[in-house]
């Protein structure tokens, strides 16, 4: 399975942050979409991720201020990234090494989508379900042979 199977079962739908929003405008976006993960892009390009990981740092870091800071200040810069041909098991791999829930993708340079281990974990699942049903289909189309 490749990550452009994965992207076309889950779509490509893109949540975004600007940078310089405020971390507190990040966690909203995050909630109003039930999102872990928000790509931050500045003039068109991919910069960093902010996901609950960076948001938990902040909050042990800054306490009850957490909330006023830049999300520039807490994204993971320079994220690692997927591309559209990528395997299963490499990104699997890429994002075991690097600790990472969510990895963006990207085609020819543009942002083509985001897949998180759920996304993995759902595309697996249901190549196997349908393996499993065609396996159970051929095995029932088998002729009986009589017994001599």
């Given at each position: 399975?490749?990550?452009?199977?994965?992207?076309?079962?889950?779509?490509?739908?893109?949540?975004?942050?600007?940078?310089?929003?405020?971390?507190?405008?990040?966690?909203?976006?995050?909630?109003?979409?039930?999102?872990?993960?928000?790509?931050?892009?500045?003039?068109?390009?991919?910069?960093?991720?902010?996901?609950?990981?960076?948001?938990?740092?902040?909050?042990?870091?800054?306490?009850?201020?957490?909330?006023?800071?830049?999300?520039?200040?807490?994204?993971?810069?320079?994220?690692?990234?997927?591309?559209?041909?990528?395997?299963?098991?490499?990104?699997?791999?890429?994002?075991?090494?690097?600790?990472?829930?969510?990895?963006?993708?990207?085609?020819?340079?543009?942002?083509?989508?985001?897949?998180?281990?759920?996304?993995?974990?759902k595309a697996v699942l249901t190549e196997q379900d349908q393996e499993n049903a065609?396996?159970?289909?051929?095995?029932?189309?088998?002729?009986?042979?009589?017994?001599?």
């Open positions: 399975m490749k990550v452009r199977e994965i992207l076309a079962l889950k779509g490509s739908v893109i949540f975004s942050v600007d940078p310089e929003q405020s971390l507190r405008e990040g966690v909203v976006a995050m909630a109003e979409h039930d999102v872990g993960s928000l790509v931050c892009i500045q003039s068109g390009r991919l910069v960093g991720m902010l996901t609950f990981r960076e948001v938990l740092r902040a909050i042990r870091a800054h306490g009850s201020d957490w909330g006023w800071g830049k999300v520039a200040d807490v994204m993971a810069a320079n994220p690692p990234t997927a591309t559209l041909g990528m395997d299963v098991d490499e990104l699997r791999r890429l994002m075991l090494e690097t600790h990472v829930r969510y990895l963006p993708v990207v085609d020819n340079g543009s942002l083509a989508g985001v897949i998180s281990f759920h996304d993995i974990a065609m396996l159970k289909a051929y095995i029932h189309d088998i002729p009986q042979t009589a017994a001599h």
